[in-house]
């Protein structure tokens, strides 16, 4: 899955994080490895902007999504023919998500994941306009946020376990991963 990201707000983020809240849930959703997606962060007036041109709604928002094509799941990914379906771009403003990130306790990383998945529920069709759809919605992007935060937890444990684990073994004499010698028998 080819995730593309450029940061063009002038806020310092953890992209990587970004990159890999967006795979949590496309994977979640099954959606096919050769999808392609872009993710792009802008400035409060590049996200007014857009806001007012896609949206016709003023000022900035905190996460626009820019559906391509529609998802072909059907299809094999090892299926000959077409190529990878390119899902569209989702436009983050960390600039507007901070205040959000402050009301609502957490940090803004923890917002950019929420607002990350959102676009990537609405590239894959989901809508929240109606009661029944935002239950929707919102009850999925909830179960992928914890199931990303419990993955990601578990996997910071592991590697913080074998950096210990390393530690240790390079103060015995055996971080080169050679063989136990055997005394020979007489």
């Not at 820019?66 to 299809?75: K, T, V």
């Not at 109606?130 to 996997?155: G, H, K, S």
Request: charged share 30%; aromatic share 4%.
């Amino acid at each position: 899955m080819s995730i593309e990201i450029a940061n063009e707000s002038g806020v310092a983020v953890d992209e990587g994080s970004i990159v890999s809240a967006a795979r949590f849930a496309l994977d979640r959703m099954g959606v096919s490895p050769l999808a392609e997606l872009s993710v792009l962060l802008v400035e409060l007036d590049v996200m007014a902007d857009l806001h007012e041109r896609w949206m016709d709604l003023p000022g900035p928002t905190d996460v626009m999504a820019f559906p391509m094509d529609e998802l072909d799941s059907a299809r094999r990914p090892d299926a000959a023919g077409l190529g990878p379906a390119l899902l569209g771009d989702i436009v983050l403003c960390p600039a507007f998500a901070k205040d959000q990130a402050k009301k609502a306790g957490h940090g803004l990383l923890d917002e950019l994941h929420l607002l990350t998945v959102h676009g990537v529920l609405h590239l894959l069709g989901y809508d929240h306009a109606e009661p029944a759809e935002e239950r929707e919605m919102f009850t999925l992007q909830n179960r992928i946020l914890a199931d990303f935060r419990t993955a990601r937890d578990e996997a910071e444990r592991a590697a913080h376990q074998r950096s210990t684990d390393d530690k240790v073994l390079g103060a015995v004499g055996l971080d080169e991963q050679k063989p136990l010698q055997h005394p020979e028998e007489d």
